[in-house]
């Protein structure tokens, strides 16, 4: 019986221990991580926006006003940033690689398909002449544009002027290209016996390089 006795209270004395160390747990305050505590009040990281900034109200600085080139009497605003190369002819550095717009109002007068034909055809000539310079492996195959500015005087089509537009491929030898071409298109003359006197007609042409 006394060992039974000392065994009831080893037990008791047991469960009162548990109850003590449990009721001190719970009237602890629960203590938070610092990384919790960082996670919850530290900054916030900055976020990109779309505009390029750190924060979608960031201004942005605005970039230098387009530069105006003229072409054929033809003002051309380049929206596509520096350095780019200009038409060959146009006399100006930077301006985008197009031509003037040729402007035709509807119920203007038009030359006739068999004029501008042989225009077309006397002009090829020029430009293959004026490329014969150029190494066969570099020009063979490149392209170019032009826009020629025509006139019709004492009944004969004259060209007046001319603006080149040669490929990339072209580029070294533009300038020199451009200027003969120009030279030798001055020099043409086509009969138009039934046409009247006109000035500042515009015609585009384009070609492949043999």
Known sequence: MKWL????????????????LSRDDAAAPKATSTTEASTATGPRAPVASPSGGDDPGSARTPGSAAPTYNASNVDIRDHRGSGSPSPAGSGSAGPPPVLPPNIHPPGSRELPLALTSTLSTRMRSVVYGCAKDIPPDVRRGAKLESQ???AVREHNLVVVGSTVVPGSALAAAAPAFAACVEQQASALAIAAPDEDSLEDYTYNL?????
């Not at 006795?5 to 003590?20: D, E, K, P, T, Y």
């Not at 384009?206 to 043999?210: I, K, V």
């Open 206 to 210: 384009s070609y492949t390089l043999p």
């Open 148 to 150: 020629v500015t025509l």
């Open 5 to 20: 006795a000392f065994g009831a209270a080893a037990v008791a004395l047991a469960i009162a221990l548990v109850w003590w």
